[in-house]
């Protein structure tokens, strides 16, 4: 009987291990340098450690197997705490968190790298574009479902060819999902 559950208990890891994939997450740093030898548009998960939608997102959405696999194959991925306390060298210029308080649980003093971008809720989405300039943040939590229609929004480019709402809508309503939720 033990055996048998044993089994049974190794069978269901498995299958959740063939569900689940890890992002390659990296540094905004590490994605400038790759950006000289390898342009990929750069997708930055922005959250902070008290935010309950940011963890269930990346329980949900960012170990979806569909979405890791696009990610790690057509952006680099950047995981940023927006309250962190550490420096961020952007485009040459040094961002950091002088309103840090060190041992406070909850929220915490906003990065200024977080300002910079426009991110005032979390979760957000920060997508740039191949020379490392932010396209647009998108807030809020996102299914993997959802996330598909921005990354292939961003992904190809096409973006550039929404002028209106309409356009947008038009995209949305053409799109053909691909994602197994």
Partial sequence: MVLIRFFILTLISSFNLVLSQDVNWITIEKAQELQKTNPKNIIMDVYTDWCGPCKLMDKNTFQNSDVANFLNENFYAVKFNAEGNYSVNYKGKL???PGFKKGTSGRNSSHNFTRYLGVYGYPTIVFFDVNTNPITPITGYLTPSQIEIYLNLFRDKKYLEIKSQEDFK?????????FKS
């Fill in 95 to 97: 961002y950091d968190n």
């Fill in 170 to 178: 038009k995209f949305i309503s053409e799109f053909k999902p691909k």
